[in-house]
């Protein structure tokens, strides 16, 4: 990177950091301006000339701007934190292209899987056991055939959809609402690290140290549809945060894919409406896979020759090695919903004892094909 | 009924109890004699002229045909069975114009209810509880709006629509795949009973006395969609004779509808499969209900100024639950012009950002209350 580059990185930086500026204007600035180094270097005047707010012009010309911006890049660097302005290769192509990219876009890991295709899975941070189930499912199967997996690491479908990435092995983004060096939710701690670990990323259109606040979760929304080739709606409600990145997605072009559910689940109610409105019913990972833009399809298969086979499919029968009593307990469990323990020893008394029962239930949790949820409530993985 | 007319009947029941004839010889035949009556009365010579088998034109010849017609109608008379042939206003007009329509009909109750429009509901023998409470809950919510529910009084899907209907003192229709003095499966004696009391209807194409086979079950179903002005499918696995239903529906020009659902549910697999092809996605009555041609809709809401009211549109128009952030973007918009984006973002400016507002004009659209014109421009639509 050159000096000259450097320049016009921190100009981007300073205009990002200056008052009243928000991406659209920060854009548009530069744009005008033609030359975005160049910003650090005019008078008052004419940068009230190029139609910056009076607070945001004072801060560009007596220099406060660029001091913030030096500040930023040298805190950020402390933390290991890179920056990417539209000056950089690096700057993902399909956020380029959107109504609204971030001027500035902090990032944690692997800069070069951004300019990766990959799918946005998003819903409802309250899923049932079903879309929780699905979004792993599907995350998993689409990062095992190399397509980037994008999500919001919120609580419930973000944080299956990273989960299922991680699972096979794959890549995965996570866009925050907050800075990339807080946080949130807590518990998402070692997920984030992982997903570092494993060759993944974390960015931000928001400074570091931005805490969380309600109105930069929908914001943040647009970046994650943006990035993506396309959206998979696994379970929102009617009220949620999934309909605002369905929309961005819809006027950034994407192609939205949703996972149809029981209209008795008000969770399905938003993956069902946007099938209605024309969304691809998505059922398997294939659904999403023979939908995908030919050279899409052409990058993710080129140098693997082998074809993206190992299908995993929806009803595994990975039952080799399994005892007796594990398999008849796995039978009387479901997929797409919880079998309370009094009513699996109901179904399954005169063949098995509830300490069989026990154990078994407790073998299937170690191999990772049960979980057990609170209340004593048990369903069957899908992965 | 005038003799003539009632000769052109027992022609046409002559001509489907002779051998080797079905549905659409017996209509060819008759299309080309033009009169049905002088059936009985043509020479063996003439009759081969006609295109019949041998067989048939020498059964039709010698009077063994109306010989059996004649039983037929006698033994119908005892029973308390009618039947119905082209000849009768009473006959089913749907029916009449799909490809094959039956020769005869035979039926117990009500012949006016054969054409009032009707939605046919139908789907597995071996439902989910949720199927078999979405089949029942939505027949009950279209019987009560008038509409008559139509299916095969199967196990499973086809019994909980007729009972939903009845529920709501709806009229319902049975097609059956057996005469219509053969009650199959056993254990619906009562709901036959029950459909004739509350005047419905049981129809069959196949004379009295025909048992079950199992190919006349498939045949079957096209007299069902035929009849209807649209199908319902709410839950039907993979191999299943819905999809004959369902193939049928679209051959014959008729609406399918769809209800989905888990896709980890083997049974959502035919409706989600449906509604990826086109069919359109129910959650509630409304959403067939909004789709019924003009036409039907006027003949159901005749004499009944009251409306169908009563249940929540998926897009409430209460501005009560509106959030301050589209109050804010609605007061910027005019209904007697449009406001382009851009325009809209400097107007909130200070307020609200770009993301926001793209947000709250979505709830805006979803809501009814603003319309998008082309060039991101926007309108408050007059409610």
Redo the contacts between chains.
């Keep these: 990177m050159n000096a000259c580059t450097n320049d016009a990185r921190l100009a981007w930086m300073a205009l990002i950091l200056s008052p009243?500026m928000?991406?659209?204007r920060s854009w548009r600035t530069m744009q005008r301006l033609g030359d975005a180094a160049s910003l650090l270097t005019l008078p008052l005047t004419e940068l009230e000339g190029l139609g910056l707010p009076a607070a945001a012009a004072q801060f560009v010309a007596d220099g406060r701007a660029l001091a913030a911006a030096e500040d930023e890049a040298r805190k950020a660097e402390e933390a290991g934190v890179s920056f990417l302005t539209p000056e950089d290769a690096a700057y993902p192509e399909r956020l380029r292209q959107i109504?609204?990219p971030p001027a500035v876009l902090w990032l944690r890991g692997d800069p070069a899987i951004l300019n990766l295709p990959g799918i946005a899975v998003v819903g409802t941070r309250h899923p049932s056991a079903?879309g929780q189930?699905?979004a792993e499912l599907l995350a998993r199967d689409l990062a095992a055939r190399g397509l980037v997996i994008q999500s919001g690491m919120a609580r419930g479908i973000d944080t299956a959809a990273h989960k299922g990435a991680l699972a096979a092995g794959g890549k995965t983004v996570a866009v925050w609402g907050t800075g990339v060096d807080v946080i949130y939710p807590k518990e998402n701690k070692k997920l984030a690290e992982e997903i570092l670990l494993k060759g993944g990323a974390i960015v931000s259109e928001f400074p570091l140290g931005t805490f969380p606040a309600p109105?930069n979760f929908?914001?943040r929304?647009?970046i994650i549809s943006g990035m993506s080739v396309g959206v998979l709606v696994v379970e929102a409600g009617e009220y949620s945060g999934t309909?605002?990145t369905a929309?961005?997605a819809l006027?950034q072009g994407r192609d939205i894919y949703a996972?149809?559910?029981?209209?008795?689940?008000k969770n399905?109610w938003g993956p069902?409406?946007l099938?209605?409105q024309g969304a691809?019913?998505t059922?398997?990972w294939e659904d999403i896979w023979e939908d995908l833009p030919s050279d899409v399809r052409a990058q993710l298969t080129a140098g693997d020759e082998s074809s993206p086979g190992g299908t995993a499919s929806?009803?595994p029968e990975n039952t080799a090695g399994m005892g007796e009593q594990e398999r008849q307990v796995l039978s009387a469990l479901?997929?797409?919903s919880a079998v309370q323990l009094d009513e699996l020893i109901e179904k399954l008394e005169g063949s098995m004892g509830a300490a069989e029962i026990f154990a078994a239930l407790f073998e299937l949790e170690l191999a990772g094909q049960v979980r057990q949820l609170p209340g004593k409530n048990y369903v069957r993985v899908?992965v």
Tied chains: 1, 2.
Excluded: H, S, W
């Design positions: 009243g928000g991406a659209i109504y609204d079903y189930g699905m109105q929908p914001v929304n647009r309909r605002v929309r961005c006027e996972v149809p559910g029981n209209v008795t689940n399905a069902n409406t099938i209605r691809r019913l059922a398997t929806l009803f479901a997929m797409d899908m």
